[in-house]
């Protein structure tokens, strides 16, 4: 199964400033995505990071204020940029390895943000 | 993707079957049944999934309803840590839509 790491594990950030987390993961993966999970909710999807191209966007999040990255098919990294308070959330990297094979979607343990 | 309804919150004593339903009436014919679950402070967990024949791996056990409209995990003995938040996910074998799950807390 992926083990897939994130740094940092948290942070506290000024408001107006932008963080960017990354995502490793220890195998080749076909798919890669990025959720939001706000205090005491479930995970939103923000996006699926795509090796190569643009990250494909959920409705209500848009590439200037959460730009995505994928070089290659093991990392992946995750902007959020101009943060307010509005922004503190676990951010949490996903992949799944092959969808037509296995399903099974792995994550990492999160960024935990607080924007002050 | 089709929408899922979940309880809010369960009790289940330690040593006992946990029983976690899911309605998914608008699942369509291509789209499976995944469960996940989050225990505090820690990333989701794969723990079973499937399209229409009941599932059994060393987790749980998945028992899908003949028309497909509902679902059953059942955790056969139940651990303190299986104290997590459940989610039953419908959909194909790309992105997770997270609904908002069912708290099972599991008591001595």
């Known amino acids: 199964s992926a083990v897939i790491s994130q740094k940092p594990s948290r942070d506290i950030c000024q408001r107006g400033t932008s963080l960017t987390i990354q995502c490793q993961v220890d195998?080749?993966?076909?798919?890669m995505f990025w959720y939001r999970q706000q205090p005491g909710q479930s995970l939103t999807l923000i996006a699926t990071?795509?090796?190569?191209?643009?990250?494909?966007?959920e409705s209500g999040f848009v590439i200037d204020k959460f730009p995505i990255s994928r070089p290659n098919l093991t990392f992946s990294t995750l902007t959020v940029s101009n943060m307010s308070p509005e922004d503190s959330s676990i951010y949490l990297c996903?992949?799944?390895?092959?969808?037509?094979?296995?399903?099974?979607?792995?994550f990492g343990q999160g960024t935990r943000l607080t924007v002050v | 993707d089709a929408k899922t309804t979940q309880p809010t919150s369960m009790d289940c004593a330690e040593g006992r079957a946990a029983n976690l339903p899911c309605n998914h009436s608008?699942?369509?014919?291509?789209?499976?049944v995944y469960w996940y679950r989050q225990i505090h402070s820690q990333g989701p967990q794969y723990i079973i999934h499937?399209?229409?024949n009941n599932e059994t791996n060393e987790m749980a056990s998945l028992i899908i309803t003949e028309d497909r409209k509902s679902s059953t995990l059942i955790l056969p003995h139940a651990t303190l840590r299986d104290t997590a938040v459940y989610y039953c996910?419908?959909?194909?074998?790309?992105?997770?839509?997270f609904g908002t799950g069912t708290r099972l807390q599991v008591f001595p």
């Open positions: 996903s992949a799944i390895e092959a969808p037509q094979v296995n399903t099974e979607a792995f």
């Open positions: 990071a795509n090796q190569g191209s643009e990250a494909t966007y």
């Open positions: 499937g399209l229409k």
């Open positions: 608008t699942i369509s014919g291509n789209e499976y």
């Open positions: 996910i419908v959909g194909v074998t790309d992105k997770l839509i």
């Open positions: 195998s080749q993966v076909t798919m």
